[in-house]
Structure formats: structure tokens, C-alpha cells
């Protein structure tokens, strides 16, 4: 029988609840070790204990990281799923089960390989406390796997030996029942199977890790000085790795004293008032949130902008309101994050796509909302935020040095003539601002949302309303030249795909899948809002252009034609938004599709 | 309407304070609420606090919400930045501020709406953060901004411009801070000048949260047709007002009481406010005393004034969070930015 190395779906079907994760986890990080190209992704219920949850690993030699249908293995530990679990195997899968009970007949597929093993059986005269043998059917069924699929036992054992570092008690227990495991596969199974993993070196300087703590990492690094928040799946962990980072990088030698502060606010509302409150005096602030709290931020954005007050506000997308579909993934607030608010408000928006774009776009972010004086929202997902994914490292330049935008200082007062709050000095649309205290009889000015005139006094004239509005446009084009760039590859081609976030990653194999099916396209990913002139210019020279987003309402795509005021027939939307994260086989058959009902001409076809 | 600025011609006979500072160097920008309006007053007791307190005008953060007693930080101390930010969410910014400045002076202004209907939530947690600051309601019972709507500090019974009566309880903001953890709680009347100058020091100089719930009387919406009362006072610049109706300028209402005694002041609406002043001998460090003295007065249809309760040792959020002793936004990216070997480390816990 012939053999696939490095190449398969896995899923493993747990009990959220049951420490499956740090199993799971290390089944993914070794292969991470090995050299492979893995993927991970979570699929959980809004729930703390008793409830269907799914850990996939995707391992592809190919580096395809995006989520592909269908499951090779299925390692199927949750009775309740058990029907559903086994279904979603392809024709000629494993499905691995605990035999101790048999298989009930409904459940056989004769177009499937079925692995039994009798973990609880194997593990009941080995540990006498039923809940560390509840633990450690984990454990054991990692051991199977390993022995199965040719996993190199001592990176695993290694990892064990680091994982419970300082309890040691801990660390001869979980080998032995990862070798109770082992040892039955040899013993009982064919070994390994034709799925199987293999040292590769592919991976460079890479690192596995989630888009959360890049994003807290990149806001150490960055310089936040002031975060808050409200709880909220996906986001939560980008505040708790925050704070975890700051207690480790952020304290005073001397003192031990906190280089920030951490305020775990009553809702959202407050902590953007925190965070906006923070910025006006000075302090680089940010939050993090998701979908239901962007809502609730709203009205404290508007009078951000409208105030002229950095702030950095963290939005990992989910979807939809309420429990339950909301802890899965979407891109379903790209218009309400751009548009946030009352009056004419437009905000400016990043998109990253990786681990280290959400740790360069952190600091980044910090600098550019205090470049441009404004709220900067990243809109990071939960398919990134949450999933280890495979990174470039983590890069800082010592000699970078954060751009606090224009603030003058007390000497700098000093030397001008009459300080106007909002005068367009240098005719970028961006005024010079002053931290409260600065000097005793000059600078001092009263910040509200409008009814201003340059210098800061009050005033309904209208005239004035619409010299500060025209101003804020102003604004609003330099920062169309700061934020970051788009990713473009051009090759000549008629038609382009444009995309943004985490749909960068199964858009390598979805292209390669197309080139073959004769369908090439040049390539733009989105990296901010407002949009460049290459994303103008990418549009503009490109028939049809695909817009793949996950959400419903192709919401980037409606963002483009209100902006860049394009013919709506030539964006074409690729839509995905089921909760979870769109696959290559999805984007490939929808772009496919259109050209075989719309009859466009492929590579192919004009080549015979 | 635009904004008039105060000729800035000294008295030459005003009195001097420690920095040689004169009131006018901690006045604002020219008001422009209703002539009368208790607001004013406050600023006023504000203007005169700091100055006798010799603060250097600039070294004040001044935040507010929405309404018209959160216009007020424009008509006070103009060398310090202000910010009239969202409607009842004063506490928050003024967290966010004081977080990033733990030197600076903060004031909170906001209204009776502003506090304890939209904000009240905001309220409540900005008292068990325990941020240093001052924060003061000015407190008219009604919504003056949006013309005269009962706001939730209304007393169940009272009536309305046109005579409708309130059918809800009130809230109580200093029962709040009491039982929330306040440590300096005080209540006192914007016409007591007296009483709530020295009410302001006191608060500016707490360490903590230090809350005053001023009643605060709007001449506009109680002050209906019919009224027999004289205005006796006209207010300072009313001409420079520009407002969309017509407002009759009214009588500032003051009160000057000794203390131990109850003071009956007659409202502008007609009703009676009942002001008894604390007892010297009251004690206001007994958290669970200070409550229950102030709400049984209530019942009797009394309005306590002074200084309810007093913790002056407690911590305020700088402590309980222990951040350095420079304020956060003087740290530049040396201080702040871990620099690159410790990313290298980190990285290497990534693989
Ligand atoms: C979100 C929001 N809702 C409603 C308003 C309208 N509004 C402005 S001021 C105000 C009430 C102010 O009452 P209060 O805080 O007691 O201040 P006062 O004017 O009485 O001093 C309201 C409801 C607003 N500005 N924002
Ligand atoms: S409406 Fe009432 S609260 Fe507002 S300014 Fe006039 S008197 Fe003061
Ligand atoms: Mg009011």
C-alpha cells in the first residue's frame, strides 16, 4: 500500500471540559517540532463543561494552512457526536474509538478503516482515581497516535517533561499512560498507517502561536500603558496575555512597581471611555472586544474622531449576537467597524492576517493613532486570535522609537505665537496637540465632539462646522497614505481576487487549485482601511475582481464600491459564513463556478 | 452663539494667593447657562477653592459628561484642560485620565441625569475603583439640558413645571458612594457658599475618590408662571447670553445656617428643601452610622449636608494597582518597549 506522509485532517472529538486541550495541543505542537506545516483550529461551544468540542489539525507538506473538508482521521472521544463524528470521515478514513464497549452497528461504515482501542479497559488497573483515568485517556490516546501516525515519541515525551516542569509527580503518570497507549498500538495494531508523518524541514526560524498573544505582545511592545476591557469571547485572551506580558516585562526593577494599568471594566462602554480618557491625557491605551461590544463602543468612537483622541480598540470578529454560533468565526463587522458611530465618521481599520501581522500591527497601531490623533480598530477573528498558527518570529528594532505624533511640549509652546488646537499648520489635516499640565498659562484647551472652532473655543457657527469637517477629510486622505499597504501580486492577469485577514490563509491552495482548473488571477490582500492607491489601482485594472470575505453581506465588498466608487458587476462576491472558517475548497468552487455560468474563458481553453 | 472670553484685567485689589495668583487666573471661559442657575454657583465655589488652595491653575484635569452642569468645566479654571465628553460617561474617561496622570488634579462634573440615570452603572463603578478624584453632581433633580424631564435624584411626589407629580422613588447618589466605597462623601447646596468651599478643599485634597452631591437649583424648569418670588439678584454678564428661548433671570438662591440647626429654603418650583446641617459632634468615619443617619433624615423629609463620611486613609487605584510613581504618560519607549533580546526569548517559547 502505497504511503502519504504529511498530509491529512485530524480531528479529535472531546467533551469540552474533559483536558482534552493540552493533549490535543501537544499532539499539534509536536508535529510543529518535527519540521511539519500544521494547522490548528478549535470548534467550541459557548460553555464551560459538558458540550461538544472539536480540535483539528491540519498537516500539510505543502504549507496549505486554511481549513480543507473533509477528515482523515477522526479521533472520536464523545459519545454524544459519535453519529455525526463518524459521517464527516472521508471514504477510506480512520476512525479511532475506546472499544471497552462495542461499536453499535449503526455506527459502521464499511468505506471506512475503524481503530478500537480499549483505553478505559487498558487504564482502569493502572490508575485507581477515576477522574485521573478520565484525564488520562487523553494521554493515552495520544500514545496510539503516536505509534499509528510515526510521531517521533521522544519530542513528545520531552514536551511532557517541560509541560509539568517543577511537578515532577505529574510527569511519570502521564508517560505511562502515553505508553500503556503505545505499547497497545504495537502490540494490537498495524503500525504505522499509510497516513503518516515524517521529519520534514520546512518550517525555517517559524514559531506556532495565536494571533491574541501576538497582539498582546505587539501592545507591550508598542507601548500601552493603559488597557481595558469587558470580557468577551474571542477577545478575552488578548487582555489576559497583556497582563501576563506586563508582569513579566513591565515592572520596575527597583520597585517592582507596574508600568501599567489594567482595568477590567463594568461593560464596554466604560472601558472605551478608559481607553479614550487615557489617550487624552497622554498614555498609549487600548481594548479589546468582539462584535457585541464594537456595538456598545459606538457612540465613544464617534466622539473619539470627532475629539481627535488616539485610542487602539482590538475587535476579534465573531459571529452574529447573543450564545451559542457567536464563539464561532466571522469577518461580520468590517462595515461597522469602518463606519462606527453618529455624524460623518469613518475610522481607520486594520486587517492582519498572522501572528506577527497582529504583533507588527499592534505597535503600529499604537503609533498610528497617535500620528493621525484617532481611534485605529483592528479586526483580528477568531479563527486567528485563538488557533496556533504557524508565524514568522517576532521581530523589534531597537532603534525604532514610538512616534507620539504631534504633541508640543511645554518649550515648543514657548516658541510659537497663539496655540490653535485644530489649525491645519502643516495642511495634512493634522493638528498639534498638548497633554493636560503641560505649561501654566498656555496650550490649555477644552476637547469636545464638535462645536469648535481651530482654536478650541466654542462655537455653533456653522461655517466653522464645516471648515473642521473638511479638515477631518483632510485627515482622512494622510491616512490613507500611512496605514499599511496592500499585498499585491500582479502578474497581467484579467481578473484579480481581493481578500483580507484570515481568508489569507487557504488562498495559496484555492489559487494553485485554480491555476490547474485553468483559472489564474492576480492577487490583493487587504491590509487597511482607508484603502491605497494600490488597492484603487488593483481594482481599476482588473475586469472582475473576486471579493472572498466571511460574512453574509459582502461587507468589504460594499465598502470598496462606496469608496473607491466602482461598478458594483465588476466585484464579485465569495461568500462564506457558517461559523467556521472559509476553506479552499469553497473559495476554488465559487470562483469556479462563476466562470463556468458567466462562461469566461480559462488558461486551458485558450491554450487548445 | 461663540464663545466670549473674560477680559483679562487684573483687579488690582484682589487678593493674592501663595503662588500670586489671583481668583480671576482660576476663572473660565464666560457661562453660558441661566442667569441664577445653581451651576454657576458651584463653579464659583470651585474658582474660589483652588485658589485658596494655591494649585498652579494648569495642573487640573477637568472631565464632565453631558447636560448643562456638564458645560460647567469650560467656566472654570481655563489654564487646565477640559473635556465634555459622552452623556453619563464622565466616570470613565475621568479613570482613563487619572490612570494616565496619577499628578494631576481631577475634577468630575456631572449632572443628576448624567450620574444616575444613563451613568449610573459608570457611577457606581468608578466609586469601588477608588479613583483619586473629585467628582461632583450638580444636582437639580430634573433634566435641565433637555428641558425639565424628572431626573431619577427627583423626590417621589414632587411636582413638575406644569404640576404633575413624580410617581418614582429617588436615588440617592450619597447613600451610593457611602455604601460603594467612597471615602470622602459629602453633600452640600450650590447657595452655601460657606459650607461648600471648604467642602471642594476637603475633596481636592482627599486622596481617593472623593464625592460631593451639590443640590444644584435650576431656575429654568421650576421657576413656572405665577411665581411671586422677586429676583433680587441679577447675575454677573447675563447680557453676554445668547439662548434660543428666553429665560427670566432669577434669584440665587442662598442659605447661611449655623450648624445643628434645620434650614427651610424655598425652591424655586415653590417647594421647600429641608437642609439640616451635621451636628458638630457628628462622627463621619462610621460608614454604617453616616448611612443610616442620612437616610433616616431622609424620611423625615431632610436633606444632610456636610461632611457625610470620611475614610482618609484609604487607597485609591494607583495604590491598589501599585503603578510607578511617575505617571504613566511621562514614560517614553525606553521604559516602556522590552526590547528585542527578550523577544528573542520569547520566540524561542513559541517553538
Ligand atoms: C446618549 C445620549 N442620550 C441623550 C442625550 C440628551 N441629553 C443631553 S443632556 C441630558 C440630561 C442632562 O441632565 P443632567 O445630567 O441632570 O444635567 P443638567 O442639564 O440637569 O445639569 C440628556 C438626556 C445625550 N446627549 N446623549
Ligand atoms: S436649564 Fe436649568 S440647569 Fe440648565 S442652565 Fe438653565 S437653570 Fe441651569
Ligand atoms: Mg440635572
Known sequence: MSVTYNDFVIRFANVNGSGSASANGMFAKALFRMGIPVATRNIFPSNIQGLPTWFEVRVSAKGYLGRREGVDIMVAMNAETFGEDVASLKPGGYLFYDNTKPLASEFHRSDIHEIGVPIAQLLLPEFTDPKQRGLFKNITYLGVLTALLNIEFDVITGMVSKQYKGKDDLIEPNIRAMEIGRRYAFDYLDCPLPLQVKRLDALGDKIMTDGNTAAALGSVYGGASVCAWYPITPSTSVVESFERYCNQLRRDKATGKSKFAIVQAEDELSAIGVVIGAGWNGARSFTATSGPGLSLMSEFLGLAYFAEIPAVLWDIQRSGPSTGMPTRTQQSDVLSAAYASHGDTRHVVLFPSTPRECFDFAADALDLADRLQTPILVLSDLELGMNDSLSEPFDWDDSRAYDRGKVLDARALDEIGRFGRYLDVDGDGIGYRTYPGTHPSKGAFFTRGTSRDEYAAYTESPAAYQRNMERLLKKWRTASALVPKAEVVSNGRRNGVLYFGTTALPMPEALDNLAEEGIELDTCRVRAFPFGEEVEKFVREHEQVFVVEQNRDGQMRQLLVNELQVDPARLVPVLYYAGLSISANEIQSQIANYYSVNRISRMTEVKS | ?351
Do not use: W
Open chain 2, 1 to 351: 452663539m461663540t464663545f466670549v472670553a473674560k477680559p483679562a484685567v487684573h483687579h488690582p485689589r484682589l487678593p493674592v494667593n501663595d503662588l500670586g495668583l489671583t481668583r480671576r487666573d482660576y476663572e473660565g471661559s464666560v457661562s453660558t447657562l441661566c442667569a441664577g442657575c445653581g451651576h454657576d454657583s458651584v463653579s464659583a465655589a470651585i474658582v474660589q477653592a483652588c485658589a485658596e488652595l494655591s494649585i498652579p491653575p494648569h495642573r487640573f484635569a477637568k472631565i464632565s459628561g453631558i447636560g448643562c452642569s456638564s458645560k460647567t468645566p469650560s467656566y472654570f479654571l481655563n489654564r487646565s484642560h477640559g473635556f465634555n465628553s459622552v452623556h453619563g460617561r464622565m466616570p470613565s474617561v475621568a479613570t482613563g485620565a487619572n490612570l494616565a496622570n496619577k499628578e494631576l488634579y481631577t475634577i468630575g462634573i456631572s449632572g443628576d441625569g448624567d450620574s444616575a440615570s444613563i451613568g449610573l452603572g459608570q457611577f457606581a463603578h468608578i466609586v469601588r475603583r477608588r479613583i483619586n478624584m473629585l467628582y461632583i453632581v450638580d444636582n437639580n433633580g430634573t433634566y435641565g439640558l433637555t428641558k425639565g424631564q424628572f431626573s431619577a435624584t427627583n423626590d417621589k411626589g414632587s411636582t413638575n413645571k406644569r404640576g404633575a407629580p413624580n410617581l418614582y422613588e429617588a436615588i440617592d447618589l450619597v447613600s451610593m458612594a457611602i455604601q460603594l466605597g467612597a471615602s470622602f462623601v459629602a453633600r452640600s447646596f450650590s447657595g452655601d457658599k460657606k459650607q461648600l468651599v471648604p467642602l471642594i478643599k476637603a475633596g481636592l485634597m482627599h486622596h481617593g475618590m472623593a464625592f460631593i452631591d451639590v443640590v444644584s437649583p435650576c431656575v429654568a424648569f421650576n421657576n413656572h408662571n405665577g411665581s411671586t418670588k422677586s429676583y433680587e439678584y441679577v447675575r454677573k454678564h447675563s447680557e453676554t447670553v445668547v439662548a434660543a428661548d428666553y429665560v427670566p433671570a432669577a434669584r440665587e438662591i442662598t442659605a447661611d445656617y449655623a450648624p445643628g440647626t434645620t434650614e427651610r429654603v424655598s425652591m424655586p418650583d415653590g417647594s421647600t428643601l429641608h437642609l439640616y446641617k451635621v451636628a458638630e459632634d457628628y462622627d463621619p468615619h462610621n460608614r454604617v452610622e453616616a448611612l443610616h443617619y442620612v437616610q433616616s433624615r431622609q424620611e423625615r423629609g431632610e436633606v444632610v449636608t456636610g461632611l457625610l463620611y470620611l475614610d482618609p486613609a484609604a487607597m485609591d487605584c494607583h495604590d491598589i494597582l501599585n503603578t510607578l510613581d511617575t505617571p504613566l504618560n511621562q514614560l517614553g519607549t525606553g521604559e516602556l518597549c522590552p526590547g528585542s533580546s527578550a523577544l528573542t526569548a520569547i520566540n524561542e517559547s513559541f517553538r
